[in-house]
């Protein structure tokens, strides 16, 4: 422990002094960027007196794995730290994974990257790039196969009508089976409920609101939604009511969610019969995976995933 103190040490006298250089040379970027590094220092050696996380090298996560896991590390942050203003409101330092989670947790509907990104950075104060989200599905799957259940929860994909992985899709393993499937229709929903929930954050919490991202977000989606501006006359002249936005997409909403709701119910029954554990987070590898095959006398039937039948002679 003494040998890793001293090195922080070391590490947080050339962390300052590379700050005071930056600062008498007006680099205002690389003393932002230092300073982060400073921070994130001096907060592994106060958890290392304090024995908040004993044994934890700086290099380790607060889970006290090396570098974290896959994927979890803030975004363009080297190992040990967050990336600058990667410390979402509250100031604790926040993995990318957990950004992606507080996010997905926020529209409480599947997600493409980019909107998980938009909404991290606009609501929660996160640093979140949707281009560096690619992998992270494919490290919570390596770590599901690894230690099944091993962390209270997984980001996974969303699961096609093919109980295949839907490309671009991000949910939480924590949540319903029929949440995580994807129907004709969910393209749809889904949008409309995360409009929904952007819009009652915005309404319930008056610092978002003025945050000019935030405000761009629901107007971008406003745009996509009947109703949600005030008229087309004004409907770029200012932001959108949040409130108005959010009864709009509700509307929509009522109109589609009860055949969504029947098609995500029979998809859900379908992965709950024909795939395992990991296949129901993560969606089956191959088709061969929920192809059934049902011996009747002397055929063999052969039902695909899309509801194809071929029938063969019994050897």
């Known amino acids: 422990m003494s040998d890793r103190l001293d090195e922080l040490e070391r590490r947080i006298d050339e962390l300052r002094a590379g700050v005071r250089t930056a600062m008498r040379a007006k680099d205002t970027a690389t003393a932002r960027t230092l300073r982060a590094e400073l921070r994130a220092a001096e907060r592994a050696w106060d ?25 979890a590390r803030a975004a363009g942050a080297p190992p040990g730290r967050a990336s600058e203003g990667g410390a979402p409101r509250g100031g604790a330092l926040v993995t990318v994974r957990e950004q992606v989670h507080q996010a997905l947790t926020l529209l409480a509907a599947p997600a493409q990257p980019r909107l998980v990104a938009a909404v991290s950075e606009a609501l929660l104060g996160g640093t979140l790039r949707g281009s560096r989200l690619t992998s992270l599905r494919r490290d919570e799957e390596r770590s599901f196969a690894s230690s099944p259940y091993g962390r209270p929860y997984y980001l996974c994909a969303a699961l ?27 393209p749809r929903v889904d949008f409309l409920t995360c409009a929904m ?71 859900a029954g379908r992965a709950t019969s024909q795939l395992d554990d990991r296949s129901r987070l993560f969606g089956a590898t191959t088709l061969i995976t929920v192809a059934r095959d049902a011996v009747v006398g002397d055929t063999v039937t052969t039902s695909g995933p899309a509801g194809d039948t071929a029938t063969r002679g019994r050897r």
């Open 47 to 71: 958890a290392l007196v304090t024995g908040d996380l004993p044994g934890a090298a700086p290099d380790e996560s607060p889970d006290g794995s090396p570098d974290g896991p896959p994927g």
């Open 160 to 186: 096609t009508d093919r109980l295949s992985p839907a490309r671009g899709l991000l949910t939480v393993s924590t949540w319903p089976l029929e949440r995580r499937v994807v129907g004709p229709l969910s």
């Open 197 to 267: 929930a952007v819009a009652r954050q915005l309404g319930a919490d008056p610092l978002a609101a003025l945050d000019p991202r935030a405000l761009r977000l629901l107007a971008r989606m406003a745009r996509n939604i009947p109703g949600a501006a005030a008229d087309a006359d004004t409907a770029d002249l200012g932001p959108p009511d949040p409130a108005r936005v959010a009864e709009a997409a509700a509307r929509e909403l009522a109109v589609h969610a009860g055949r969504d709701t029947r098609d995500r119910a029979e998809l």
